[in-house]
């Protein structure tokens, strides 16, 4: 032994893995060191082993180079030996019953969520009212008188002294009275929220809005699918009451047209039903009546309370259920698209299907 030998450290003892070698024979029969993955070296028998000698090499990528352009990947290497590919590809997850049915319980439980949380939005909804109970009940009991006094008293007076009788009219002449009286009770009623909420001027957001963009159309198609259960209800509410031996007030004049196949007179009719009295009626209880009881009571409330007033305003016993019933309705498509034009066109629509009901 040398010297040189002697001053030599002893060999390095490397923290490596246990490497299979391939056998001498394969060796010589080997020109190069190119190996491909699931290629020559795997037809020998031969795995691909990624060798990590020192320990802060085992945290960086798999992907090494032995500085003679040969490369490799452990994952790639790994893939592709059939043995581990059975490993890796075994019997499906036995969880995966379970999974589904976790995943149906949970989109069940959004869904419940979903709906309490929009029921919990509706039920809290408000608008921000700047008046008191005390302006409410001003505006609706002037409301009340002046359509009374306007088409009992006001109306039939200016129509005496101007020489006319509504008994002695024609169909057309009644048909145009009845439009007059419908459109002065209109104004009356506008200018009585004019005069009453003046002083709360400039009104916040929301109140009398009437808006052509938005999805309300949708609603009130859903609202005039339950146009044949308003129907059944005035039919129920008629068979419970009486009826009474005298013509029903606000009909007997619209039927009389009807028979009589007056067009002119039938078209100031479709006027009167389809615009004027929709428009009115649904600023007076859904643009004012409904948005100001929110500030004492919750929406639902308030829409089933506007609801019955608006039955209550007809002066009819035999309509009140589909009144109330059809108030309902037009009380929450207005609620929720805060669009009087809503609930207008759907007012509208209604009193269309009647007209044309009465036409048959």
Not at 204 to 225: M, S, Y
Not at 333 to 358: I, M, P, Q
Request: glycine share 8%.
């Amino acid at each position: 032994m040398s010297s040189t030998s002697c001053l030599a450290p002893p060999p390095l003892r490397l923290p490596c893995g246990r490497v299979r070698l391939p056998p001498p024979s394969a060796a010589a029969e080997r020109p190069s060191l190119r190996f491909k993955p699931g290629g020559a070296a795997h037809t020998k028998g031969w795995r691909l082993v990624h060798i990590s000698c020192f320990r802060q090499e085992q945290d960086v990528s798999t992907t090494s180079d032995d500085g003679t352009g040969f490369k490799y990947n452990e994952q790639a290497e790994i893939s592709g030996d059939p043995d581990l590919k059975e490993e890796d590809c075994g019997s499906p997850n036995r969880d995966d019953q379970n999974y589904v049915k976790g995943d149906w319980f949970v989109r069940t439980h959004k869904i419940k969520e979903n709906l309490r949380e929009t029921i919990s939005r509706f039920w809290n909804e408000r608008w921000a009212v700047p008046w008191t109970g005390q302006t409410i009940t001003q505006v609706m009991f002037l409301w009340i008188a002046t359509f009374w006094l306007v088409g009992s008293w006001i109306v039939p007076f200016l129509a005496h002294a101007a020489g006319f009788s509504k008994e002695t009219l024609t169909h057309r002449g009644q048909a145009l009275y009845s439009l007059v009286t419908d459109i002065t009770e209109g104004l009356a009623g506008i200018a009585i929220l004019h005069q009453c909420l003046g002083r709360f001027r400039p009104l916040p957001p929301g109140w009398f809005e009437f808006k052509l963009k938005g999805k309300w159309h949708w609603d009130v198609a859903l609202g005039c699918l339950l146009f044949p259960l308003v129907n059944l209800l005035s039919h129920i509410n008629i068979s419970l009451v009486h009826m009474s031996s005298g013509p029903v007030a606000g009909v007997s004049s619209v039927e009389q047209s009807i028979v009589a196949r007056d067009p002119v007179a039938m078209a100031l009719y479709a006027v009167v039903v389809t615009v004027c009295a929709p428009m009115w009626e649904e600023i007076v209880f859904r643009g004012f009546l409904l948005p100001s009881l929110t500030r004492y009571m919750p929406l639902p409330w308030s829409i089933l309370l506007s609801a019955v007033a608006f039955a209550l305003a007809h002066f009819n016993v035999q309509r009140v259920l589909p009144l109330i019933f059809l108030g309902v309705v037009m009380g929450g498509v207005f609620a929720r698209s805060r669009n009087l034009l809503a609930s207008t066109v759907l007012h509208s629509l209604w009193n269309g299907f009647v007209f044309l009901d009465l036409m048959k």
